[in-house]
């Protein structure tokens, strides 16, 4: 930023033509921008945009792989049936309560976490952080698979490990019942994602001036007022970008579902039954309505969070 | 009681001649083959045969009959997903798409329904459908025809004996040689606090339990079927649907079901039936071979299995006979294949008394050709070998439609957890079945 | 700082390790388990076996995990190759370019990302049979260029903002060409952040699940964490465990590797695309 040689141009700004009239050099550099960034864009619209387009179309349809002669047209018949249905609202409910409960613990553990990280020992910090990245750099399904394991009733230790507690003995069964099996698909999920989001709000623990830090300690506040009146509002736009990501990553759950009770006891989320719709009853017409839905349902998420809590994407990332 | 009409030894023997000329053809062959070094591999057709996962033994299968077609056509295999859900999920998807690299495949017994209506299937040529008809269990030929015809061949099939420890039928007095039923199965068990192993888990298991009682009680899921999915009409209302309801409700409710009933599979109750508390338990043959492996491995006393007695699946009522559950593999032949006469060709070979016998000895599969049982090295191997021949010969075929994961869908879930099953539970079924049908609820 | 704390610290250090490395350290255990131990409801092994591992890497799985191990870093590498060199150009473009449609490209990329996968496998799958590219490489790289593609972009161009591009225009006054500018100066500025982007890209493309089971059929192009779902037991109703385990501790060895060596960049990476102030 300091340099003497080159006319003012501050770091991050592009090099802009003169300001009235689009000169040549500046169609060029349209011309240019769009050659470099094009077939980028053009591979992330081909293979998402025409996807989607055709879940559109097929979800108009009553159409089933086994039996395309019988193919035929229902309009929104399909959107009807799955909105009336309690099983799609029971999927929603779950991956809700998956959702929440997910991003809300990561939240706090991942605080903790970045906590420690940023005021851990020289010592330690290389190794907190090479270990803080396994569980993100796991694959999902190992990690589902470890889990289920350790609580599977056959080959599981955690049984009798926690046989202490009431209420849990050598006969406990994780994968009989609803609940259970959520807690169980959540501690996977919390265990495997927590760290992304340590890193993240560790990152943002770092942009919170220590000025107001010492100044606030100066005036006397204690280190819990210090945490909620300075660090946390310094910190909003990391815990939004945070939040909102790991929120529509947590609502798409499929992999855990599929390894741990593939869909049993009433744990099964919109992913899934996507999935079971067009993959396992070859139902393509209904299947379809049910992807269009669950995208309906992340793009509104994405919405939502957006325009309500006001995270400006492209400033966080230094846009303009 | 289909025993004697089944196992004819005279066209047992038929077969048999069969795969010695097979045999010796293999012979011939593998000595020309080693002459010339190597034939012209170039235009030999290769058969892909799709199989589900085994010990290897369909890959042994598929070279002897390789080695046996004299050079005309070579078979190569390639595996299937583990379940058979899985299995039909992929075959189904790779024949809507006309997929040519299907030749063979190995389906589960309840899909070829599914298969033959949607035209995936290359017909059975008339003769084949009649040589491989006989001397087969009739359930087995039962769960290969569809719309009165043979769409695929049998090849080995599966049932569920009723296992028991002797040291505790004895102590409860319970006389193992006359048919028991469940009602006396649960109060043995309670009497010696022992666990009666069934599987409760919501998946395929759960509707072979519910099948197998249902037919025992004289019922059957589907009482009227049709090709149109809302003409289909379930008997999970009828007075044998209400009974099966009853006789799983009240095993699951015994409270000597062992803990973890509701996900419990296969093998979750084999290593129940090993443990000190074991009494009863209905399951596959397989249970068997494991026990001898672990024995031999030393992590099994010699004396457990020692005390494994079996005999034919429970009754639901003491005075009519049960139907055991039915399962296995049949051979279908893919309508997109190059090669379906060749393939027709390969089943017949596959599916020989040799190498079903085979098969059951190393893989522990039992065949679905009656006269294989007479085989003295399957005596050997399997003592209850006569047990499995009888529960084949009454083995009832779970409900056969193009809609099968439609049905065992709906069943798995109203029926679980077994517990939970009441006397409303088999109208609720048949509700959501009609409705998933008809296209008006998800499933 | 003082004693106490020192010692709360490294207290609150040493669990965050366990938390880490619990699960991971509880498969790899599993995976020395011999059939008579993967039921002993313990978490170590009575007596260790390589017997799972011989299962998979020459025994009876074999067939079935080499292939897949073969397909999955094929796959990984090259659509992660692919993915860098065409968001190195777009978020140069990002970075550097003024032009209309930035925005765009920038919200597309986020659109993208946050898209449910298992919206687009049946239609993927209905195209692929069409045009031949079901079961294949290229069959799975192109779906994951969808994953890598987003977050390669944003990483890259927040990374390429911080890149001192007036080098590059004292270089060409100092008599260098455009080329020679951006190959002497730009490109060893920019080598880290590509990197770090190809690690995180790599791991995304080596975690797909969904893809790999619905895109696939056979040992062709099926992926590691599809055929995971594919061994089986000494029958059909055996479950198996142990074979599991070993293969999921493979799979699981590249990453952590990964991660040992690269941990700086890999951080700095993850909070430079997401975060930037």
Not at chain 2, 182 to 191: F, G, Y
Not at chain 2, 219 to 231: A, C, K, L, V, Y
Not at chain 2, 273 to 286: C, I, K, L, R, T
Not at chain 3, 121 to 132: E, H, K, S
């Amino acid at each position: 930023m300091t340099q003497t040689t080159l006319p003012p141009i501050k770091k991050n700004e592009p090099v802009s033509a003169p300001r009235g009239g689009i000169s040549d050099r500046s169609r060029a550099e349209r011309r240019l921008g769009w050659r470099l960034a094009g077939p980028a864009f053009a591979v992330m619209l081909l293979v998402t945009a025409y996807p989607i387009l055709q879940a559109v179309y097929y979800s108009l349809f009553n159409y089933r792989l086994t039996d395309p002669e019988n193919r035929s047209f229902v309009g929104l018949g399909n959107y009807f049936v799955i909105l009336s249905d309690s099983l799609w609202w029971q999927a929603v409910a779950v991956t809700v309560l998956i959702t929440v409960v997910t991003v809300v613990v990561e939240l706090v553990l991942g605080f903790a976490l970045a906590l420690v990280m940023s005021k851990a020992l020289s010592t330690l910090r290389p190794v907190l952080r090479a270990a803080i990245l396994i569980p993100y750099a796991v694959i999902t399904v190992v990690s589902a698979f470890s889990w289920r394991f350790a609580f599977n009733i056959t080959t599981g230790f955690v049984n009798s490990w926690l046989s202490w507690l009431p209420g849990i003995g050598a006969d406990t069964d994780w994968f009989g019942g609803k609940w259970t099996s959520l807690l169980v698909i959540c501690l996977s999920e919390i265990w495997k994602t927590t760290p992304f989001i340590s890193l993240l709000l560790l990152a943002g623990l770092a942009q919170v001036p220590d000025v107001l830090q010492e100044a606030a300690q100066v005036d006397g506040a204690t280190w819990w007022q210090r945490l909620w009146k300075v660090t946390i509002p310094n910190m909003k736009a990391a815990i939004m970008v945070a939040l909102l990501f790991r929120t529509l990553d947590a609502f798409r759950i499929f992999d855990s579902i599929f390894v741990m009770t593939a869909g049993a006891n009433g744990t099964e989320s919109v992913s899934f039954l996507a999935y079971r719709q067009t993959i396992s009853r070859v139902e393509i017409g209904l299947g379809s309505a049910v992807s269009v839905l669950l995208f309906l349902c992340v793009v509104l998420i994405a919405f939502a969070f957006i325009r309500g809590f006001k995270i400006d994407l492209a400033q966080t990332r230094g846009e303009k | 009681m289909h025993t004697s009409r089944i196992a004819r030894p005279a066209r047992g023997g038929r077969r048999t001649r069969r795969g010695l000329i097979a045999a010796s053809a293999a012979a011939v062959l593998a000595s020309s083959l080693a002459a010339c070094g190597g034939g012209d591999g170039g235009s030999t057709p290769t058969l892909t045969w799709y199989i589900n996962p085994d010990s290897g033994g369909q890959a042994e299968i598929a070279s002897r009959c390789s080695e046996a077609s004299d050079g005309r056509y070579n078979i190569e295999v390639a595996q299937l997903p583990r379940t058979p859900e899985g299995q039909r999920e992929q075959l189904v998807r790779r024949l809507a798409a006309q997929d040519e690299s299907i030749d063979l495949m190995s389906l589960d017994v309840v899909f070829a329904p599914e298969l033959a209506q949607a035209g995936f299937l290359a017909p059975v040529p008339a003769d084949l459908a009649d040589r491989v008809s006989e001397g087969t269990f009739p359930g087995s030929v039962e769960s290969a025809t569809w719309d009165d015809e043979l769409v695929v061949i049998p090849f080995w099939a599966n049932t569920q004996l009723l296992w028991y420890r002797k040291s505790v039928a004895e102590a409860a007095g319970l006389d193992m040689t006359q048919p028991v039923t469940w009602d006396q199965l649960v109060a043995a068990a309670q009497d010696q606090q022992k666990i009666l192993s069934a599987q409760g888990r919501r998946s395929e298991s759960l509707t072979v339990w519910l099948t197998a009682l249902i037919e025992s009680a004289g019922g059957s899921i589907i009482e009227e079927n049709s090709t149109n999915p809302e003409d289909i009409k379930l008997g999970l209302a009828s007075p044998a649907g209400q009974r099966a309801a009853e006789v799983m409700h009240d095993v699951a409710v015994s409270g000597v079901v062992g803990p973890a009933f509701t996900t419990a599979s296969e093998d979750i109750s084999a290593s129940q039936f090993e443990s000190a508390d074991a009494g009863f338990m209905v399951n596959w043959p397989y249970v068997w071979a494991q026990a001898q492996t672990k024995v031999e491995a030393g992590t099994l006393d010699q004396s457990v299995p020692e005390d494994y007695g079996w005999t034919l699946y429970p009754r639901v009522d003491a005075d009519t006979p049960s139907a055991p559950p039915l399962g296995g593999i049949n051979l279908g032949v893919s309508a997109y294949s190059r090669y379906a006469d060749f393939g027709y060709e390969a089943t017949e070979c596959i599916t020989s008394d040799e190498n079903q016998a085979y098969y059951m000895n190393t893989n522990g599969n039992p065949a679905s050709s009656a006269a294989v049982y007479d085989d003295p090295e399957v005596q050997e191997v399997y003592p209850m070998a006569n047990t499995i021949r009888e529960s084949l010969a009454a083995a009832k075929p779970r409900p056969l439609t193009p809609y099968y994961s439609e049905v065992t869908g709906g069943i798995q879930r109203e029926y679980h957890p077994p517990a939970s099953v009441s006397d409303s539970t088999g109208q609720q079924a048949d509700d959501l079945i009609s409705a998933v049908l008809s296209g008006d609820q998800l499933l | 700082m003082s004693r106490r704390e020192k010692t709360w610290w490294w207290i609150a250090g040493v669990v965050i390790l366990l938390y880490c490395l619990f699960p991971i350290a509880w498969i790899a255990s599993l995976s020395f388990k011999g059939p008579a131990d993967i039921a002993n409801q313990q978490f170590l092994p009575s007596t260790t076996t390589t017997e799972n591992y011989s299962t998979i890497l020459t025994g009876t799985a074999s067939d079935l995990f080499l292939p897949a191990l073969r397909n999955s870093f094929g796959i990984c590498l090259i659509a992660t190759f692919i993915s860098c060199i065409l968001s190195m150009f777009a978020a140069y473009a990002i970075a550097r370019l003024d032009f209309p449609g930035k925005k765009l490209i920038l919200s597309t990329a986020l659109a993208v990302a946050i898209f449910p996968v298992i919206s687009i496998v049946t239609p993927l799958f209905n195209l692929w049979r069409q045009i031949g590219l079901y079961d294949t490489w290229l069959g799975l790289i192109i779906p994951y260029l969808s994953l890598t593609l987003p977050l390669s972009i944003w990483t890259m161009s927040a990374f390429f903002r911080e890149i001192p591009w007036e080098m590059e225009q004292a270089a060409q006054v100092d008599g260098a060409t455009t080329w020679q500018a951006f190959r002497k100066v730009i490109v060893p500025l920019a080598a880290p952040g590509v990197f770090t982007t190809a690690i995180i890209a790599f791991f995304i493309a080596w975690n797909d699940f969904a893809y790999g089971i619905s895109l696939t059929s056979t040992s062709r192009a099926r992926p590691v964490p599809a055929a995971l779902g594919l061994f089986s037991g000494a029958s059909q109703f055996e479950d198996p465990t142990g074979a599991i385990a070993a293969a999921a501790v493979i799979v699981t060895i590249p990453v952590v590797v990964l991660v040992l060596i690269f941990q700086r960049r890999i951080v700095a990476g993850l909070t430079n695309g997401a975060v930037k102030g």
